[in-house]
């Protein structure tokens, strides 16, 4: 089955030699076509080029006059299973209290992980799968979700389960990532060695044994987890054959950057807090630096020095972090502005964060994060707008029409 998308004013993101990531200046090229064509066939991208090169004899034909052609976003950091919201806590934050402060008293990741527990199976998939929908049709077709908010094993193993038949159902490319080391339950506090010996030879065990989880995560930071608790956990990990993508650097200079490099993650996320010598480490390193804007922005923190890495000659992939209490929205449009807006990145490099570089940072980027021929054919299609600009400069306009996955509309 062929299908042919034709008379695209501009097709964006295109590779002719896909590469796994794109770091430094390069992250400033944007390859693109104009009144292009995008062929596909069995689900995958078959070929592109001008409308002058034009094939013919498709089984099915859309046309996209007037409207741009991206590849999907990827969003490589979310934690969308969760039963509750947590505006209270927000309003709590408003009225001055701190993140930290919050969760010193109970709340935050804890105040989820109680919901979680009183959740079924069931509850949490429908939960989960209206807010993958909801991210789908703004443009994501890619999306790594997290576990963390179980803190016990059954908790954490439902969560993952949940996951799993995600993965089942939805036409987007899934990864999971258990994430045990997120918050320390109330009755582990001042031994909290104790609940990282639980994740570790009992929760860990499990998670493998089901085939649950794609990598292994620490929330490693002031206030959580210790590198040294890190180390314990990303060293089990990897003896079951789980690579390291991990939280670190949100809160303060936790030596998480240093941690994850040396135990080869393939991602170290947030990065609000970061030193010359964090950004040296990760020079020649394989880790891809993450930022969250929607986290920074919803918690007023410091923003992570994207630009300074990029012109250091590093990648930066750019997430959502879409979760209950330091950033309630999945909308990857809104992160693209925010990369411009906030952080100071071209258009281009936006796009190639947002996409390339977060297919990168979940293992995912032979398959999906641009539009070339043997990817999946994963894109969204534009209303008419002006020009690729345009995207992250209409910021809260939602420019997403047509949404394709694996070369079907959804
Ligand atoms: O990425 N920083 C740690 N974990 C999440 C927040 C989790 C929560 O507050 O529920 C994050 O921001
Ligand atoms: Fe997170």
Request: aromatic share 8%; proline share 5%; with cysteine.
């Amino acid at each position: 089955m062929q299908t042919l998308i034709k008379d695209i004013k501009e097709l964006a993101g295109v590779e002719r030699t896909p590469q796994r990531r794109k770091q430094g200046k390069e992250m400033a090229v944007l390859e693109t076509v104009e009144d292009a064509y995008l062929l596909l066939e069995d689900g995958a991208v078959k070929a592109f080029g001008p409308m002058s090169e034009c094939p013919e004899g498709a089984d099915r034909e859309v046309s996209a006059k007037g409207r741009m052609v991206l590849p999907s976003f990827c969003d490589s950091h979310t934690h969308i299973v969760y039963a509750r919201s947590r505006e209270l806590e927000f309003v709590d934050k408003i009225r001055g209290l701190s993140y930290e402060e919050i969760a010193k008293h109970g709340g935050g990741i804890l105040n989820s992980a109680k919901a979680t527990a009183m959740a079924s199976e069931e509850e949490l998939y429908d939960m989960a799968w209206q807010r993958l929908d909801e991210v789908m049709r703004m443009g994501t077709g890619a999306i790594e979700i997290k576990s963390g908010y179980g803190l016990s094993t059954e908790s954490e193993l439902k969560m993952l389960r949940v996951i799993r038949r995600l993965k089942e159902h939805s036409p987007m490319t899934i990864k999971a990532n258990f994430l045990g080391a997120h918050g320390i339950p109330m009755e582990y506090r001042g031994h909290q060695k104790d609940y990282v010996d639980l994740v570790i030879n009992e929760m860990l065990p499990r998670v493998a044994d089901e085939g649950l989880a794609d990598f292994i995560d620490v929330f490693c930071d002031q206030g959580f987890f210790t590198v040294e608790d890190t180390e314990r956990i990303l060293t089990a990990g990897l003896k079951y054959g789980l690579r390291p993508k991990i939280h670190a650097n949100e809160m303060a200079v936790s030596g998480g950057v240093q941690v994850g490099v040396k135990y080869n993650a393939i991602s170290v996320d947030h990065l609000e807090q970061m030193g010359d010598a964090e950004i040296e480490c990760l020079k020649g390193s394989e880790t891809m630096p993450t930022v969250l804007p929607g986290c920074a922005f919803f918690l007023s923190l410091p923003l992570s020095p994207a630009r300074r890495m990029i012109d250091a000659g590093l990648p930066v992939a750019m997430a959502s972090d879409y979760n209950p209490g330091t950033s309630p929205s999945g909308n990857m449009q809104l992160i693209l502005s925010m990369a411009c807006i906030r952080y100071r990145l071209t258009p281009e490099e936006a796009l190639n964060a947002t996409t390339l570089n977060t297919a990168y940072a979940m293992d995912v980027s032979g398959e999906v994060g641009s539009i070339a021929v043997g990817k999946k054919a994963n894109f969204y299609i534009t209303k008419p707008i002006p020009s690729l600009a345009y995207m992250p400069y209409a910021y809260g306009e939602n420019k997403v029409e047509r949404v394709f996955l694996n070369g079907v509309e959804v």
